[in-house]
Nanobody, 125 residues
């Protein structure tokens, strides 16, 4: 199983970015997907998650209203659209996948079975 995150970069406050996470070797259409991030000197934290069919999504309070998670099961890819970026959004962003199918979503790292390598997002002030 491979998860390849991409789309990070250096942007200014207020800009937008779209992260992508392409997967392979996974029954993607049945997998819950999540995005987490780790800022310098901080622990990794939950950002957003989406269930297997896109019927349920969840966001951390810090990104609610600015970030949107979506998935394309035909492309085995999950996305994170990030708008109105702030310097505090600066972090390495990781995508993660669950093996099991369920109707809700998970915000807990230990419930995800596979992880991507991360993509760096830097927001300058």
């Amino acid at each position: 199983v491979q998860l390849q995150a991409s789309g990070g970069g250096l942007v200014q406050t207020g800009d937008s970015l779209r992260l992508s996470c392409a997967t392979s070797g996974l029954t993607f259409k049945f997998s819950g997907m999540g995005w987490f991030r780790q800022a310098p000197g901080k622990e990794r934290e939950f950002v957003s998650a989406i269930n297997w069919n896109g019927g349920a999504t969840y966001y951390a309070d810090s990104v609610k209203g600015r970030f949107t998670i979506s998935r394309d099961n035909a492309k085995n890819t999950v996305y994170l659209q990030m708008n109105a970026l702030k310097p505090e959004d600066t972090a390495v962003y990781y995508c993660a996948a669950e093996r099991r199918r369920r109707q809700d979503v998970s915000t807990r790292e230990n419930e995800y079975d596979y992880w991507g390598q991360g993509t760096l997002v830097t927001v300058s002030s």
